[in-house]
């Protein structure tokens, strides 16, 4: 396969079945399902492990697996067991099968139980869960309790236990989550989006886009009866206010220049 084809695809399906099993009178009872066992890279299989769930006794290749097709989830934390996918053989959670030498991942936590291919992960102790690496590129801050890039070191607004809050956009748990979050500017963690829904400033720089806001009010005056209106506004990004021109495009702040304003009180006429 050409290395197009490899990058494209990243997960095979090599078989079409699995075994769930189940502990029933000090015997294993097999199941048979399909799902995704291996994963193709470079040319080479990499074989997968599956995990023995300790909640319902039964194998998923991953925790997200397991949650998605369950009215539960799986503590990551208190699996015990692997089966090798290519001799089947029932272990302890290990890198590799201690009956054939399969390697279950290029990367493996032995705390989280995660086999992955080598993305310079590392455990953080007190994250409590891997992260990607490399590790020198991290450091965890204690107040937010969370491992973030070294370019922030001393250079970000501490809240604490930040990480600690499902995303306001997407609802997902921010500290387990799989998604890259953003650190803005007000302290807050974001998956996405151009303003901080908790504290409403302006999630990036928005310096370019507030100059395409200049020229687009330019180019569109107000009716005459508008022109001399003027509003109280609180800008979003610098907390402070100011009186300002009215504009149905947006109401720009006179002290920082951002378009990132509210209104704060009603529309008056300015008397010539």
């Known amino acids: 396969m050409s290395p197009e084809g490899h990058a494209v695809i990243s997960w095979v399906a090599a078989m079409s079945r699995f075994h769930l099993m189940e502990r029933g009178k000090g015997a294993w ?13 470079s040319g ?40 090798c996918i290519n001799c089947e053989k029932i272990q302890h959670a290990q890198q590799s099968c201690e009956e054939c030498s399969t390697l279950f991942g290029e990367y493996y936590c032995s705390i989280c139980h995660l086999f992955d291919k080598d ?3 590392y455990h953080c102790e007190n994250c409590g869960i891997c992260r990607i690496g490399p590790k020198e590129d991290f450091f965890h801050c204690l107040k937010c309790n969370l491992c973030l890039a070294m370019n922030l070191q001393g250079k970000h607004k501490c809240i604490e236990n930040v990480s600690r809050q499902n ?8 500290h387990t989550s799989r998604v890259v979050a953003h650190v803005l500017p007000c302290g807050h963690l974001l998956h ?11 999630a990036l720089d928005m310096t370019r886009y507030w100059r395409q806001l200049d020229d687009e009010v ?16 609180l800008c979003n990004d610098c907390n402070r206010r100011s ?30």
Do not use: W
Request: proline share 4%; charged share 25%; aromatic share 8%.
């Open 44 to 83: 080479t299989d990499i074989f997968c492990s599956i995990l023995l769930a300790p909640c319902c006794d039964k194998l998923y290749t991953c925790r997200l697996c397991h949650d998605n097709n369950e009215d539960h989830q799986l503590d990551r934390f208190k699996v015990k067991e692997v089966q």
């Open 29 to 41: 009872r097999r199941r048979h399902a399909s799902f995704l066992i291996f994963r193709l890279r």
């Open 218 to 233: 330019a180019q569109t005056p107000m009716p005459s009866e508008y022109q001399n209106m003027t509003v109280d506004i």
């Open 167 to 174: 995303c306001p956009i997407c609802l997902e748990d921010i």
């Open 192 to 202: 996405r989006g151009y303003r901080c829904p908790l504290c409403m400033h302006s």
């Open 119 to 121: 993305k310079k992960q």
């Open 243 to 272: 009186t300002v021109q009215f504009h149905i495009l947006g109401m720009k702040c006179n002290i920082c220049e951002s378009y990132n304003t509210a209104q704060a009180k009603r529309i008056s006429l300015d008397q010539q």
